[in-house]
């Protein structure tokens, strides 16, 4: 099982990006989806979740300007980006509970996509 990130890149503050994500291999079924960050000097933290039904939960500082989605057809995850700060730049992760039988599950993590906000 792989994920894959795309969509990183440059931007300037209170601009926009998309992050996708798509998981590809061996795959029964996808559980909790999400994104993680990393900035340089600091612990990987959450940025948000989303459940297979939807449900989401968010870190506080990106509320109301992220937000995930999925397509469980096509076993994507998707964070759009609004509203960009400096303090958003880092490298983020895409997060996966996947089920690879009916009896196991494991996590997996993408290797990483950079987004860098210039002020």
């Known amino acids: 099982v792989q994920l894959v990130e795309s969509g990183g890149g440059l931007v300037r503050a209170r601009g926009s990006l998309k992050l996708s994500c798509a998981a590809s291999g061996s795959i029964f079924r996808i559980n909790d989806m999400g994104w993680y960050r990393q900035a340089p000097g600091k612990q990987r933290e959450l940025v948000a979740q989303?459940?297979?039904?939807?449900?989401?939960n968010y870190a506080d500082s990106v509320k109301g300007r992220f937000t995930i989605s999925r397509d469980n057809g096509k076993n994507t995850v998707d964070l759009q980006m609004i509203s960009l700060k400096p303090e958003d730049t880092a490298v983020y992760y895409c997060?996966?509970?996947?089920?690879?039988?009916?009896?196991?599950?494991?996590?997996?993590w993408g290797k990483g996509t950079l987004v860098t906000v210039s002020s």
């Open positions: 989303i459940t297979s039904g939807g449900s989401t």
């Open positions: 997060n996966a509970f996947i089920q690879v039988n009916r009896n196991y599950e494991f996590e997996y």
